[in-house]
């Protein structure tokens, strides 16, 4: 058996595709043969804008994939040999073993969940970091109750959430999430998008393309709001959000990164990496719910709605393109990648 990864050689370099060696698992590890790499956003900020500038180089990056158990830690026992799998990396996890952009890769036993073997690999795989996230910050760290898997009606719980962005990959989910869990939502989108969007449940839906004085009016008009979050969290989209938090007397916006965009005093910008509540003791039976129950239940009963996923070429090689395509938009679609291919 040998390895093979994608590796960033210094800040902003293309990708280079060289041998590595096979990892042994640690005693609460597990080694997975990875057979679908899937992209995420922050992934192309660091390759290619180097957002995050004390990468260790040499790095091997990539947070999400899935492919089959190869071998276990001596102290792992709820996974099995030849299991189907799909792993989320924890934000700024230190090592080049646990980077998804290579053949073999290294886990820890907590943020992963068995596939059903009538689901395809990459469907969970293109939205696990982002659905971790979701409970992560909703339930996680906010204390917003779930949605039911039996297919019930969920209670209504008279409380009101804005999605700026319902439809991006970590606002579709967020809006569906809510929805399901008996939240007001109103959300955001293109034109194009917009159907996609109101089959996910949202009450309202408006058009983020129109005149933005427009906008502004119509989401004060459908407010107040119990939480706002801006799933695209740019100057553009930050100058809509944080005038809505002012004209309902201030407090937080929830954004996707740090930034030093000046927003309307009284306006609180809050950023983590919103999976983190998840790895905290006291949410320990909301991670299990998420990896054993929400991801495999929510997939295979159809209560989550993925994106259109699309397979970019040429293997391991093939993810620098599919990291400049994140970057140029991707508008409605998440790109996953062979790295056997
Ligand atoms: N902090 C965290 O824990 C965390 C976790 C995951 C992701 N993130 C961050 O969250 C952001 C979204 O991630 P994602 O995976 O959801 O991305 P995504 O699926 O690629 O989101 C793209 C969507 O955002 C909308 N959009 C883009 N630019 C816009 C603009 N200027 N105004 C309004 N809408 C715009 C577009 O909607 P239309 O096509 O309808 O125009 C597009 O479809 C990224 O910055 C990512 O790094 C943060």
């Given at each position: 058996m040998?390895?093979?990864?994608a ?7 293309p ?7 096979i ?5 609460k590890e ?7 790499i899937?992209?995420?956003a ?6 290619i ?5 004390h990468t260790?180089y ?18 792992t ?5 030849g299991?189907?799998v799909?792993?989320?990396k ?10 998804a952009?290579?053949?073999f890769?290294?886990c ?10 009538a ?5 969970p795989?293109?939205?696990?970091m982002?659905?971790t ?5 909703f339930?996680?760290?906010l204390g ?13 719980r ?6 700026y962005?319902g ?7 967020s809006v569906g999430?809510?929805?399901a869990a008996?939240?007001e939502v109103?959300t955001?989108?293109?034109?194009r998008?917009?159907?996609?969007v109101?089959?996910l ?6 058009d983020?393309t ?6 502004v009016k ?8 119990d939480?706002?979050?801006d799933f695209?969290?740019?100057a ?16 937080i ?13 009284g306006?609180e910008?809050?950023f ?6 998840l790895?905290?003791?006291r ?8 990896v054993?129950?929400y991801?495999?239940?929510?997939i295979a009963?159809g209560?989550?709605?993925?994106l ?9 090689k ?11 938009g991707?508008?409605g ?9």
């Open positions: 040998s390895n093979l990864a590796i960033l050689p210094s800040p902003k370099a990708l280079e595709v060289h041998p590595v060696p990892y042994v698992p640690g005693p597990i080694l997975i043969k990875n057979t679908c899937a992209l995420n922050i992934e192309a900020k660091i390759a804008h180097n957002v995050l500038p260790p040499l790095a091997i990056l990539g947070s999400t994939y899935a492919g089959t158990i190869t071998a276990l830690g001596p102290s026992t709820s996974f099995s040999i299991d189907r799909v792993v989320s924890r934000f700024d996890v230190k090592g080049n073993q646990y980077g952009f290579q053949r890769v290294v820890p036993d907590i943020m992963i969940s068995r596939v059903p073997d689901v395809d690999l990459s469907v795989a293109s939205l696990m982002n659905l996230c979701v409970v992560g910050l339930s996680g760290r917003l109750g779930r949605p039911r898997l039996d297919g019930g009606v969920a209670e209504r008279g409380k009101k959430v804005l999605v962005g439809s991006g990959s970590f606002g579709g989910l999430y809510l929805s008996g939240y109103v955001t989108s293109s034109p998008n917009r159907a996609f109101e089959g449940g949202a009450e309202r839906v408006l983020h129109q005149d933005g004085e427009v906008l119509q989401l004060v008009e459908r407010g107040p709001y939480v706002v979050v695209v969290s740019v553009s989209t930050l100058a809509v959000t944080g005038r809505v938090v002012e004209a309902q007397g201030g407090g916006l929830f954004t996707m990164q740090p930034g030093r965009e000046e927003l309307p005093v306006v910008r809050v983590e990496p919103y999976s983190e509540s790895y905290e003791g949410n320990r039976e909301l991670q299990r719910w998420v054993e129950e991801l495999p239940q929510g009963k209560l989550i709605k993925p259109p996923i699309e397979k970019v070429g040429g293997g391991l093939g993810l620098n393109e599919g990291l400049r395509k994140m970057l140029d991707g508008s679609v998440r790109y996953v990648v062979d790295p056997w291919e």
